[in-house]
């Protein structure tokens, strides 16, 4: 039912506004959910005619064993699958590496193949179920074999929708999972977004996160700068490349984290659209209206979970997940209450994603669009944070953009800063933290053992991939491979080359191997 055919009220009867005033009294006409700079919200009705999309991140061990899990969520209420992967698969390279050893199917599912990709999303509708899959350095290998599987399955994939997070600029400054030199990462990065534009159009190209330089200590006013100073070095090599603004800039997204400070993360969500709004229209004059409208994910943060009293994490995710909603969020994933000691049970992954269902379904919050806007702490907070966040972006301006800034270890030395300093805050007691340096217990860890992972997992993707390799067409793969190579030396556009390889049986590291071979790797300074 639209929000126009109901009426909403509170429990007691009261009537809620349909539409909130956008003059607080203050002077400032702050604009309307829905309106430019969208500093209260993306849609007019936000929540009340559809809520956000509980997209829960989950893969362990085997696509086998994470399909199973991706089901159960599905079938428990999620909306969407976000996938998680190995670090293998995340630097491209195969389970049998010598370099993947201890580590296939710890941190993520493995994936090698096509065929471990078939196994992911066995019994899903791909047509209808929303995918993202957070991969960078070979995240158009990951999305070729997304889209192989789908064209098999005669899925018209004019109409999949998802997102790869493909943002490779904050693997520089934070995470540390890139592989080839930035320009071309950028390379690859565009190539994917010419070939969506015609193949497409429905996903998302890339997720520009601050959640990862969060999760590395930035400040909320840091999280906001790089994340918005990488996305207009994204958006400019688009344009260079050849793209008109508004052929890609819709498709764009952006991933944040979700910390403590309530009022901080609500604000720096407010902040983050109009910010955006203001800077594509100043740098790039877009015609089209949705290439300056900020769409965001957001994760509770992961580093803010203890493992002593890990049950505390359930408290701090719910209230780290009201100030998401609060904030407008588009899609939100709650983080499990065990994750400090090990990968998420059954259990605990299906808590986190009942304090979304209780949040969108018992509180009557989706009811009411913006109800924090007018807040003199609000109004007052989101103004400093987007001064704030705009002076640091025209500071890496002054640089020569993201991307010289990376190279000169500028954003890596203010995260060391911020970490350091918010460690010493939590060891001199100035910050306190439940069950770590405050209101502590005599047993401090908890005896929870977290989800486990069969320790045969590496030997027995080794032996698929064995199989593999003897059973698929050798003079294929060589094909494949040296087309790869010669695309990425020719200036082509590699995304076709990959997925032609994919579809050849590739596996992702020598698919990857092809393309070092052209590019070569590079090695981020550390900022120290």
């Given at each position: 039912m639209a929000d126009e055919d109901k009426h909403f009220k509170t429990r007691s009867g009261i009537p809620i506004p349909d539409v909130p005033d956008h003059n607080f009294g203050n002077g400032e006409d702050v604009g309307e959910p829905g309106s430019p700079p969208y500093l209260r919200g993306i849609h007019k009705s936000m929540y009340r005619e559809k809520t956000w999309t509980m997209r829960q991140y989950a893969g362990f061990s085997s696509a086998k064993e994470t399909n199973e899990r991706f089901l159960s969520l599905l079938e428990k209420g999620q909306s969407g699958l976000s996938v998680a992967f190995d670090l293998p698969t995340q630097l491209g390279l195969d389970s049998d590496d010598d370099l993947s050893l201890g580590e296939v199917g710890k941190v993520g599912v493995a994936i090698d193949s096509i065929h471990d990709m078939r196994l992911l999303f066995d019994k899903i509708d791909m047509a209808s179920v929303s995918t993202s899959m957070t991969i960078n350095a070979p995240a158009s290998i990951l999305f070729a074999m997304y889209v192989a599987v789908a064209q098999?399955?005669?899925?018209?994939?004019?109409?999949?929708?998802?997102?790869?997070?493909?943002?490779?600029?904050k693997e520089y400054i934070a995470r540390g999972t890139y592989v080839f030199p930035p320009n071309e990462s950028l390379r690859l990065i565009t190539d994917v977004m010419h070939w969506c534009k015609e193949n497409t159009p429905r996903w998302n190209t890339i997720s520009i996160s601050g959640y990862h330089i969060r999760e590395a200590g930035a400040t909320a006013v840091e999280e906001l700068a790089f994340t918005l100073s990488n996305a207009l070095a994204y958006v400019e090599a688009a344009v260079d490349s050849g793209l008109d603004v508004d052929e890609f800039a819709p498709r764009l997204s952006f991933f944040f984290g979700c910390h403590n400070d309530f009022f901080e993360e609500v604000a720096k969500f407010r902040a983050a659209r109009k910010l955006w709004y203001d800077l594509m229209n100043e740098r790039f004059s877009p015609k089209n209206p949705k290439s300056a409208i900020l769409?965001?994910?957001?994760?509770?943060?992961?580093?803010?979970?203890?493992?002593?009293?890990?049950?505390?994490?359930?408290?701090?995710?719910?209230?780290?997940?009201?100030?998401?909603?609060?904030?407008?969020?588009?899609?939100?994933?709650?983080?499990?209450?065990?994750?400090a000691i090990g990968l998420p049970t059954d259990e605990s992954s299906t808590i986190a994603l009942r304090t979304q269902q209780i949040l969108a379904n018992e509180t009557g919050i989706p009811d009411v669009v913006d109800p924090l806007g007018g807040s003199w702490y609000v109004e007052g907070l989101t103004t400093?944070?987007?001064?704030?966040?705009?002076?640091?972006?025209?500071?890496?301006d002054s640089c020569g953009g993201a991307l010289t800034a990376i190279e000169n270890g500028f954003q890596q030395r203010h995260l060391h800063e911020s970490a350091w300093a918010e460690q010493v805050a939590q060891d001199k007691g100035d910050l306190l933290v439940i069950g770590v340096n405050h209101a502590l217990e005599s047993d401090a860890i908890s005896e929870l053992k977290g989800q486990s992972v069969d320790s045969s997992l590496g030997e027995a993707q080794c032996k698929l991939l064995a199989n593999i390799r003897t059973s698929r067409n050798a003079d294929n793969v060589s094909a494949a491979l040296a087309n790869v190579n010669n695309i990425a030396q020719s200036g082509g556009n590699t995304m076709q080359a990959i997925l032609d390889a994919v579809k050849a049986e590739c596996t992702i590291g020598e698919i990857m191997?092809?393309?070092?071979?052209?590019?070569?790797?590079?090695?981020?300074?550390?900022?120290?």
């Open positions: 098999e399955r005669g899925t018209d994939i004019s109409s999949i929708r998802g997102t790869i997070q493909n943002d490779i600029l769409r965001f994910h957001t994760q509770t943060a992961g580093v803010t979970l203890t493992a002593q009293q890990p049950l505390n994490n359930i408290v701090r995710v719910s209230y780290q997940a009201l100030s998401s909603v609060l904030g407008g969020t588009q899609s939100l994933h709650t983080n499990s209450f065990d994750e400093k944070l987007y001064n704030e966040s705009k002076k640091l972006i025209e500071e890496i191997n092809a393309l070092k071979k052209s590019f070569g790797t590079w090695m981020a300074p550390s900022g120290v």
